[in-house]
């Protein structure tokens, strides 16, 4: 079966989650389970058909969603490798952890140059005093 068909027996959307999928399965187990038409054989032939059909879709579902499951960490270890390590915290924080982190580098920078220039005024004015 294909993961469309599945979809639409479980009559959920394309978009749907592995756990709108469960409650879908269920809500047809509990509208389609057989005992619920043991007074007239035709229903519950029917219902036993309905509950294949939902069985076979949700087993689909499921599969869908571990394949799905194991292509998004496939592809995010991928990512994440390419990655320098820089990048891979970037990448994980949140906005405020990006802006801190990039005004750290930034005061950081500029405490670097001014030590210099002030290394570099001091270090003139005792040449002068010497000369």
Do not use: C
């Not at 994980?92 to 952890?97: I, N, S």
């Amino acid at each position: 079966m294909n993961i469309r068909r599945a979809f639409e027996i479980l009559e959920i959307d394309a978009d749907a989650t592995q756990d709108e999928a469960r409650q879908a399965y269920k809500d047809l187990v509990a509208v389609w389970h057989p005992d619920r038409f043991s007074h007239n054989p035709r229903l519950k032939n029917k219902a036993e058909e309905k509950l294949k059909e939902a069985n076979l879709a949700y087993e689909t579902a499921k599969q869908f969603f571990s394949t799905k499951q194991r292509e998004t960490a496939r592809k995010a270890a991928a990512h994440e490798a390419s990655d320098t390590p820089h990048e891979r915290s970037i990448s994980r924080g949140t906005k405020t952890e990006l802006a801190a982190e990039l005004g750290t580098g930034a005061v950081l920078t500029l405490w670097s140059f001014l030590s210099r220039k002030i290394n570099h005024i001091l270090s003139d004015d005792v040449t002068e005093k010497k000369g």
